[in-house]
């Protein structure tokens, strides 16, 4: 290890202490480890000092987050989440999932601004109902990508995710003086996938077809059936879960 390295080591780790510190002081629940979450300083102003860097609005003025139809995240507030490092509890933090960035935004007290905590596949959030986990999985063109999933059903079978996104899609200028300008957006995006055993997950496209390619031909039928007599839509969450539950079942 050369000696900017073993420096950069140093600074992390005496980091790490005084935010052990800082926690403790301010009532937030820790157990900080040398091997826990590093905080980024990732902000949405950064998030939107790249759009206006990539991007310019209709009219070529930069983007402003004024002009953007719609939301970075699901939800915008923070609420007080878990992190688990392995399977260990490790703190409480006041969090939010920013579906634009895929990125765990988290503010060390109230008072602090909102800061990325560096992607782990250690690390696992619990924010409301939501479970995140950093997983590698299959995107639409057959490529392994990393990113959040929220954790549906874990199982040695089959375990289920939902990937929740927001796109950024540019706006448009008027086609004539009679059309409004179509303004920047946030597009919001729901994708499940499943996971056979061990493998990565995979795109669970909304058809019986693709869904049949996860499971053994023997227990076509009975799946079937069960979707049949439960009107299982394969877009709705609530039906997916009962429909993986089932399939978990199956001997």
């Known amino acids: 290890m050369n000696t900017n390295n073993i420096l950069s080591f140093l600074l992390l780790f005496n980091g790490f202490l005084s935010l052990n510190q ?22 949405m102003t950064a998030h939107m000092n ?13 983007i ?12 915008e507030d923070f609420i007080m989440g878990k992190v688990y490092l392995g ?3 490790y703190g409480s933090y006041l969090m939010r999932y920013n579906a634009y960035a895929d990125e765990m935004e988290a503010k060390k007290t109230e008072k602090h601004e909102a800061e990325a905590i560096s992607k782990s596949t250690r690390l696992t959030f619990e924010i ?11 995107d639409n063109e057959k490529n392994f990508v990393e990113g959040y999933l929220s954790e549906l059903i874990s199982n040695d079978k089959y375990s289920l995710y939902h990937k929740k996104t927001k796109n950024f899609k540019e706006g448009k200028k008027p086609e004539t003086s009679y059309h409004e300008p179509v303004p920047p957006q946030f597009l919001t995006s729901n994708t499940y996938y499943i996971a056979v055993g ?3 997950p995979q795109r669970l496209k909304n058809s019986k077809k ?8 023997e227990n076509h039928g009975q799946v079937k059936k069960f979707i049949k007599e439960n009107n299982v839509s394969l877009k709705e969450k ?8 089932y399939v978990n079942s199956i001997n």
């Open 22 to 43: 800082s926690f403790s002081q301010e009532g937030y629940s820790s157990t900080l480890s040398s091997v826990g979450p590093i905080w980024n300083n990732t902000t």
């Open 50 to 62: 790249e759009l206006t860097n990539r991007f310019r609005n209709w009219n070529g003025k930069p």
């Open 64 to 75: 402003k987050l004024s002009d953007i139809r719609g939301s970075m995240y699901f939800d």
């Open 87 to 89: 399977d260990q509890y």
């Open 128 to 138: 409301g109902n939501e479970k995140y986990v950093l997983k590698s999985f299959v």
């Open 198 to 200: 061990e493998k990565n």
């Open 210 to 217: 693709a869904l049949m390619e996860f499971i053994p031909k």
């Open 238 to 245: 609530e039906h997916l879960i009962k429909l993986i539950d």
